[in-house]
């Protein structure tokens, strides 16, 4: 336990995926960026630079030979390729989710 402590070193960290806590530092992109990758500023969200950061990710290791549908489907890509990317990302969605129910709370029982 005492050992684990010690290593604490931004470049361990960064590199070292561990699900308890690990916090993957986004890219973040500027607004020209995400309409160069596609994105309309309609649908720009807090998750939008999580999604680009694990879609280019992907596509970095799809110039490496994988064809990118492969890396994108769920079994490549949460388990092998880009994993720290794809767990922010997730965590992000998730987050998201669960803050919109919130606000809309009382909508949502007045409809049930």
Known sequence: MAHHAEKHSSHE????HDSHGHHHDVKHFSDFERLLHGVPRNAWNR?????LDYTTCAKNHAQGG?????LLSVY????????DEYH???ECETQRTLDIFEQN???IASRS
């Open 76 to 83: 490549w890509a949460d388990r092998w390729t880009c994993v």
């Open 47 to 51: 998750c939008t630079d999580s999604f």
């Open 66 to 70: 994988w064809p990118l549908q492969y």
């Open 105 to 107: 709370k009382d909508e």
């Open 88 to 90: 922010a990302l997730k």
């Open 13 to 16: 960290d960064s590199h070292n």
